[in-house]
């Protein structure tokens, strides 16, 4: 996989996915918005051997969305795998939500998603190898919120992608988790998650992180971590729509925070 790409790098998912990719001895390029946060991982990162670099980019700015882009087509220092791993769950409901912020998680987990994976895959075809891996969520067999059909989508483009990219030796994989143990759950709307559900529904971001890795390697196109979370999703989608839609209706907060 040569030198890995991973947006969202400064904690949680992101930043365990650039440590478990550092401990195999890959290079590493950092992304996210928080300097700092990618300076430090940065640091800690170079001293056990391996090469990172850090690109300061907000995702939701298409000027930074280019940046990031320009990297990936970059032939100088290929990148071997991308991870897009950026994202966020907003916590309200649709009609309650500012339109700032429902256009931020669409650029953000839908148009960044794809704008990297074209960079990505341009790239790397005449290469003959590579990878790209999109972090979507198991909310994904949910239906019921914007979060839920972004990162549907993911799941799904990820798919076509996988199809149009075989032969090519470049692969696509998609991971589904559950609830893992992260910051993703900070925020006032999101915080009450972490006690509504009870402890074996939470997942370590060392699990999740080490399953996607091996779906790469194995050339897996979905992934969904743990046996639990695969018969849930396997459950959810026996349960015939209108049903569905009427267990959920009125919970709309479900799926923003991975219920
Ligand atoms: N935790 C869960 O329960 C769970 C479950 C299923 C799926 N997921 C998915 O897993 C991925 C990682 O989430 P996480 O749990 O690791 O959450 P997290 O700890 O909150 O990390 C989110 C990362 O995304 C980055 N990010 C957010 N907005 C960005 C923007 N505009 N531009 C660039 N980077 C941005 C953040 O960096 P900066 O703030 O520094 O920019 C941060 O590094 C997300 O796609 C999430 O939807 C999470």
Known sequence: MGRALITGASRGLGREFARQLAGRGHDVVL???SAQAL???AAELSDTGVEAEILVADLAEPGDLERVAARLADDRSPVGLLV???GFGLGTGFTESEWADEQAALAVMVTAVARLSHAAARAMTPRGRGAILNVSSIAATLANSTYAAHKRWVVDFTQALAGELRGTGVTATVVMPGFVRTSFHDS???RHMRDDYPAFTWLEAERVVADA???VRRRDVVVV???GYR???????LVPGPLRRRALSGRRGLAESDR
């Open 31 to 33: 992304v996210a918005r």
């Open 225 to 227: 971590p743990s046996v």
């Open 213 to 215: 890795l091996r779906g």
């Open 84 to 86: 897009n791993n950026a």
């Open 39 to 41: 300076e430090e991982l």
């Open 188 to 190: 006032e709307e999101l």
């Open 231 to 237: 018969a849930l999703a396997v459950a959810i989608g």
